[in-house]
């Protein structure tokens, strides 16, 4: 079956083109929990949560624009949804000039490599749960400060202010991390 097959099977709620796009889709979505999560645990009742809401609204998709794009948005609006709940995002805007001097980014390339996907995604969500949402939904979900604060109900000026301080200590984290390794 292909991928538009697969959503029309999902419409009529068969449970083998359900099966087929979980397992399509899993990976992928559950890399999104992960970022989103404080452990493994909490990322797979996300994705669990994450395919319950989008078998129960499936038929919402008007297949218009990315199938994989309209899952993803799905995925990190109930992450965020989550984080509202445990009242872990960040309301007020820090102001910037208080903030510690930015860590500068003359960690050589060759230096960088030596950390492990693992390792830095483990540092994202040792972050403040308000800065880790932010840093992943500017820095790898590529939405803008507007975006953010639209989602998160902040304002830009915190979405941005969060975002230099997660970078700040991600910096920091990984300076010490290779400096320990060597």
Sequence with gaps: MNELQIIAGCKEQKREAQ????E???RTMYS??????????????????????????ISSFQERGSFEGWLKRIF??????????????????????NLPEVVDDSTEDSEMYKISETEL??????????????????????????????????SEGTSRSQ???????????????IKERS
């Design 19 to 22: 099966r087929m796009l979980y």
């Design 24 to 26: 399509k889709y899993a």
């Design 76 to 97: 990190i609006n109930l992450a965020l949804e989550n984080l509202r709940k445990k009242k872990t995002i960040i309301q007020s805007s820090d102001d910037l000039q």
């Design 163 to 177: 975002y230099v301080r997660a970078r700040q200590i991600l910096q920091s984290r990984v300076k010490e991390y």
């Design 121 to 154: 995604l483990k540092m994202v969500q040792e972050l403040p749960r308000g800065y880790s949402a932010v840093f992943n939904l500017y820095a790898i979900e590529n939405y803008s400060h507007r975006e953010i604060a639209e989602m998160m109900g902040i």
């Design 32 to 57: 999104i929990c992960l970022r989103y999560s404080s452990d493994q645990d909490s990322a797979q009742d996300l994705l669990q949560d994450g395919f319950i809401k989008v078998f129960a609204n």
